[in-house]
């Protein structure tokens, strides 16, 4: 059974850095299309960014510049380095996992994911 496990979520100030990791289990994940989304509350579910086996990247342009996805493949494990955190990033964030090479900006595209992990950016 595979399983996604978040964590790094927290409190910080705005300016303030946070990075997130996404524990992967189950299967081998070095061949997997890897996601980062966020919802925040009364919204829908958004794309922040993605990340190909290959290691190519995509980013919203909401996130572009500040937020940094990478993976570990010997670890299992996708990390989602947070800088220059606004109030606007308030979020549950999750962690997404496709078994197909290409990303997806979609979330419905996706067919794993982690329970969330906050993050609270105070003003």
């Known amino acids: 059974q595979v399983q996604l496990v978040e964590s790094g979520g927290g409190l910080v100030q705005a300016g303030g850095s946070l990075r997130l990791s996404c524990a992967a289990s189950?299967?081998?994940?070095?061949?997997?299309?890897m996601g980062w989304f966020r919802q925040a509350p009364g919204k829908e579910r958004e794309f922040v960014a993605a990340?190909?086996?290959?290691?190519?990247?995509y980013y919203a342009d909401s996130v572009k510049g500040r937020f940094t996805i990478s993976r570990d493949n010997a670890k299992n494990t996708v990390y989602l380095q947070m800088n220059s955190l606004s109030p606007e990033d308030t979020a549950v964030y999750y962690c997404?996992?496709?078994?197909?090479?290409?990303?997806?900006?979609?979330?419905?595209?996706?067919?794993?994911w982690g329970q969330g992990t906050q993050v609270t950016v105070s003003s």
């Open positions: 997404a996992a496709r078994p197909i090479v290409r990303f997806s900006t979609i979330a419905s595209e996706y067919d794993y």
């Open positions: 189950g299967r081998t994940f070095s061949n997997y299309a």
């Open positions: 990340l190909r086996w290959t290691g190519i990247t």
